[in-house]
């Protein structure tokens, strides 16, 4: 198995730009999570899903973050419009079950100009 | 309200001696508790964890972690440190409704 794959590993944009950051999960996991980690805040879980179902947004910062996961094998989150504030490395993670520990991407750093 | 405390940014040991990396938490109920290693650039590795039984539970690469519920911490150590295990370590707990949350993570500096 490939593991957790995240694209793009690297994303430079603009301020008012709009960023989409993807995630393959690993094949029959069931859980997906989306984190943000940066040098003041440290490791922020985001949002997360069961089976596709978003379980638990409240940390996700503002209105300008979403998150969808359309199917089983693909979940995306996007920034609209981007700031500076926004710029970290996004993590995406998935589990098999809820009681199990959970694999990470390798991450998308983001810088936002 | 609930947390991980990781109260040390950095820990540095010579290679070969014994390292603790300390984690204590304040959750309701009974924790799932896990510890995750993180090289630069990568995303986060697990290592082991602990959901019931044996307060020892023993891991990847020679990592061991101990439960003790009283204290409640759940303190990360190996035997002989390696310079590879030079990295950035967290504690994580598990919540009811499945949330995990993190400690801030604590540095790990072996030399040679």
């Known amino acids: 198995d490939a593991g957790v794959i995240q694209s793009p590993r690297h994303e430079v944009t603009e301020m008012g730009q709009e960023v989409t950051l993807r995630c393959k999960p690993i094949?029959?996991?069931?859980?997906l999570f989306w984190y943000r980690q940066t040098m003041m805040r440290g490791l922020e879980l985001l949002i997360y899903f069961n089976n596709n179902v978003p379980i638990d947004d409240s940390g996700m910062p503002e209105d300008r973050f979403s998150a969808k996961m359309p199917n089983a094998s693909f979940s995306t989150l996007k920034i609209q419009p981007s700031e500076p504030r926004d710029s970290a490395v996004y993590f995406c993670?998935?589990?098999?079950?809820?009681?199990?520990?959970?694999?990470f991407g390798p991450g998308t750093r983001l810088t936002v100009l | 309200a609930q947390s991980v405390a990781q109260p040390e940014d950095q820990v540095n040991v010579a290679e070969g001696n014994p390292l603790t990396v300390k984690c204590t938490y304040s959750v309701s109920g009974n924790p799932y508790l896990f510890w995750y290693v993180q090289y630069p650039n990568r995303g986060l590795q697990f290592l082991l964890k602990y959901i019931t039984g044996d307060n020892l539970v023993k891991g990847s690469y020679g990592f061991e972690a101990e439960f003790n519920k009283s204290q409640t911490s759940f303190h990360l150590k190996k035997p002989s440190a390696l310079v590879s295990d030079s990295a950035l370590y967290f504690c994580?707990?598990?919540?009811?409704?499945?949330?995990?949350?993190f400690g801030a993570g604590t540095r790990l500096f072996v030399k040679a």
């Open positions: 094949s029959g996991h069931d859980y």
């Open positions: 993670a998935s589990s098999l079950t809820a009681n199990n520990e959970q694999f």
């Open positions: 994580a707990v598990r919540l009811r409704g499945f949330k995990t949350i």
